[in-house]
């Protein structure tokens, strides 16, 4: 049985918009196993990143738990609270935001050092020197400036940086997606051979799907701040079952696309409602070509429909 690292329970974050709440995240639930890797999917704005934030305390949950070893986030003691913030580090979308452009290359990836570790100054020096040719840079790079480096580079500053705390979890935050095609295969080919080398555990959030399916272990589809399918990577890609999942999967370009595809091919209608104004129901049944009356007056819940296989869908259940 896998160990689970990460447990949320019907965890919920609303921020205020004027009168109204925007449900950002809207009663997730879902459990991250030590060394996997785990895949959050979906249109851009549906909560995936809001969810990464949250479980790792950037965000306070409005409502809900997240337990990290068993143990309650909200209820660390200090010492612990040190402990699992120097364990779980992010990646950020954007390499060169995520960098101070006022620090070198070294006192980026030294400051988390000063604080959690009482190395001496060569001991940091070193340390950083090693973590640049780690992520497959060398020791000169160490005195430049953010300006001075490529996308590519910068992003590799980044995951450097989050390797000087040694964590054992690290949240990808669309990891390649700034980047030139080029050097996009060599990020997601670092980031395996790190999770393989140092028994990592990564969530993972980006709209590649073909990506998606490469390196992750599980994935779980989100829309409008609700989780509505996750299962194995092979089991999904192979039978979705929600008919969000169906349509966002059919989305995904083909190398020789034929005319059988484009008929099989699952188009929504419509638009993606107001987070601010969610109809009752399922979220998903404004743009739904199988919603019944019962999908608009009541929530499916997230049941195993297979093994392994959790699906939010009341036609599904039927």
């Given at each position: ?108 990836i030294e400051e988390g050092m000063r604080r959690h570790f009482s190395y001496s100054m060569a001991e940091r020096r070193s340390k950083t020197e090693e973590l640049l040719e780690t992520v ?130 699952l188009q929504l209608t419509g638009e993606i409602p107001d987070p601010g104004h969610v109809p009752p129901g399922c979220n998903f049944a404004p743009r739904c070509p199988y919603a019944s009356e019962r999908c608009r007056q009541a929530a499916p819940p997230l049941t195993e429909q297979e093994q392994g296989h959790f699906v939010a869908c009341w036609e599904t259940?039927?």
């Amino acid at each position: 049985m896998a160990e689970v690292l990460f447990q949320a329970e019907s965890l919920k974050r609303y921020f205020k918009s004027g009168k109204t709440s925007v449900k950002a995240l809207d009663g997730v639930s879902f459990q991250i196993y030590r060394g996997e890797t785990l895949s959050l999917v979906g249109e851009s704005g549906c909560g995936k990143t809001t969810c990464a934030r949250t479980i790792l305390g950037i965000y306070e949950p409005t409502d809900g738990s997240v337990l990290w070893d068993g143990k309650e986030v909200s209820a660390l003691s200090r010492k612990e609270r040190t402990a699992f913030r120097r364990e779980n580090q992010m990646i950020f979308q954007d390499p060169y935001a995520c960098l101070d452009p006022r620090m070198t290359v070294a006192m980026s990836i030294e400051e988390g050092m000063r604080r959690h570790f009482s190395y001496s100054m060569a001991e940091r020096r070193s340390k950083t020197e090693e973590l640049l040719e780690t992520v497959g840079l060398t020791a000169e790079f160490a005195s430049r400036f953010p300006h001075e480096l490529s996308g590519g580079q910068r992003q590799r500053v980044g995951i450097a940086r989050a390797l000087a705390l040694e964590p054992r979890f690290l949240a990808c935050d669309e990891p390649i997606a700034a980047l030139d095609v080029s050097i996009q295969a060599q990020i997601i080919n670092l980031l395996m051979r790190l999770q393989k080398e140092r028994g990592l555990t990564y969530l993972m959030i980006s709209h590649d799907l073909t990506m998606v399916r490469h390196i992750s272990d599980r994935v779980a589809v989100m829309y409008l701040g609700s989780i509505v399918e996750i299962a194995d990577t092979e089991a999904l890609y192979e039978k979705p079952l929600h008919p969000y999942t169906q349509a966002l999967f059919s989305a995904i370009p083909k190398a020789e696309p034929d005319s059988d595809w484009l008929k099989e091919r699952l188009q929504l209608t419509g638009e993606i409602p107001d987070p601010g104004h969610v109809p009752p129901g399922c979220n998903f049944a404004p743009r739904c070509p199988y919603a019944s009356e019962r999908c608009r007056q009541a929530a499916p819940p997230l049941t195993e429909q297979e093994q392994g296989h959790f699906v939010a869908c009341w036609e599904t259940q039927a």
